[in-house]
Structures are given as C-alpha cells and as structure tokens.
T-cell receptor
Framework: NAGVMQNPRHLVRRRGQEARLRCSPM?????VYWYRQLPEEGLKFMVY????????ESGMPKERFSAEFPKEGPSILRIQQVVRGDSAAYFC????????????FGPGTRLTVT | AQSVTQPDIHITVSEGASLELRCNYS??????LFWYVQSPGQGLQLLLK??????LVQGIKGFEAEFKRSQSSFNLRKPSVHWSDAAEYFC??????????FGTGTRLKVLA
C-alpha cells in the first residue's frame, strides 16, 4: 500500500508565478490536510479537505492560496503570484474517514521562490 | 488555546549517551500525542504515538516516550544515542479538532 504521495518534491518559482502542489492520499483515505513548514519552524495547519469539500481553511492565508480535492485525482494546493515569503516545505497528510486523529504524512514539496 | 512547547531548541549529546527531549502541551483533556523525526530536507517519520493505555510507549529506532498527565508532558527518550539519530525532532498533538499542532522542534547534534 503506497503511502501519501506528493509532487513535485522540489519546485522553484519566480516571484509572481503560480505554484501548484499535488497530493495523492493513501489508498482508501478520503480526508486530506495541508500543512506548511516555514524555515526553522514546526508545521502549521493550513486546510482540511474531504472529497469535493473544504471543511476547514482557517490556516490558509486569505489571499493567493487555494486548495481543492476533486472527486477524481489528487488534491491540489495552489499559490498564485508567489512571493519570497511563500518559500517553505508544504506537507500533505491523509486519513481514513472517521480517523482524523491519525494522519499519515507525505514527503513534502519544497517550494523556493526566487 | 492549545499549544505545544519544546523548550530545547538545540541539544548536543555524545554518541552512546542517553537522550531526553522535552515536550509539554496545553489542552484540557488528554490529546493524542506524537513524536516525529525529520532529517534535513526530508519528510516526517513517525517515531511513536500515544492514544490511550500504557503511558510508556515504545517506538521505532529504540525510542520511547512517557505520557505524564500531571505534568502535561510527553518526553522522548533513548538510552544510547547513535550518530544517525542526529536530526530534528517534533512533538505534535491532536486535540480533538483534527488539526495537528506541532512544537517548534529540537535539533539534535551527536558528537562522535
């Protein structure tokens, strides 16, 4: 059973470009969570999604960030018009329905904005 | 508000010495508790977790942690550290809201 998959693992974008980060949850998991790790910090919750629904986006910056988890395909975290401060590691986690307390983390995508 | 504190930002130990990394949390009830390890540029690896039951939890790589309700602590221990244990260690809690709350991490350096 493959774990949580994220791609790309590394992403370099120039200021003003868009970044798209993908997350494929573990097989059988219908809940996805995104976390951001700024340099020298712990992970911070961004958003919680179920298939076709955003359940909680309280940790998402109000502008330029969006997330989706379509009926088919991976979850996408989208950052528009990236700025240097968006440089971070973005981790996705997934869990089965009803087991939100046990999340399995992917390897992360390291975004560098130049 | 729920929070996790890892008071030690950096810890240096000699190879073969014992290790204890501290973690304190703030939450009214007993949360679910986790310890993760992260090597530079890598993802998170789960070392161990506590949900309920025996308060001494065994994990991978020879690590263990003890939940102490009275102290709101979940300290990570290893009797004999190996050079390969050098990494950053994160304590995390899930306090009934599906949001994992992470500490700021403790960076472990191991001297040969």
């Amino acid at each position: 059973n493959a774990g949580v998959m994220q791609n790309p693992r590394h992403l370099v974008r120039r200021r003003g470009q868009e970044a798209r980060l993908r997350c494929s949850p573990m097989k059988g998991h219908s809940h996805v969570y995104w976390y951001r790790q700024l340099p020298e910090e712990g992970l911070k919750f961004m958003v919680y999604l179920q298939k076709e629904n955003i359940i909680d986006e309280s940790g998402m910056p109000k502008e330029r960030f969006s997330a989706e988890f379509p009926k088919e395909g991976p979850s996408i975290l989208r950052i528009q018009q990236v700025v240097r401060g968006d440089s971070a590691a973005y981790f996705c986690a997934s869990s089965p329905a009803g087991e939100d307390y046990e999340q399995y983390f992917g390897p992360g995508t390291r975004l560098t904005v130049t | 508000a729920q929070s996790v504190t890892q008071p030690d930002i950096h810890i240096t130990v000699s190879e073969g010495a014992s290790l204890e990394l501290r973690c304190n949390y703030s939450y009214g009830a007993t949360p679910y508790l986790f310890w993760y390890v992260q090597s530079p540029g890598q993802g998170l690896q789960l070392l161990l977790k506590y949900f309920s039951g025996d308060t001494l939890v065994q994990g991978i790589k020879g690590f263990e942690a003890e939940f102490k309700r009275s102290q709101s602590s979940f300290n990570l221990r290893k009797p004999s550290v190996h050079w390969s244990d050098a990494a950053e260690y994160f304590c995390a809690v899930e306090a009934g809201t599906y949001k994992y709350i992470f500490g700021t991490g403790t960076r472990l350096k191991v001297l040969a």
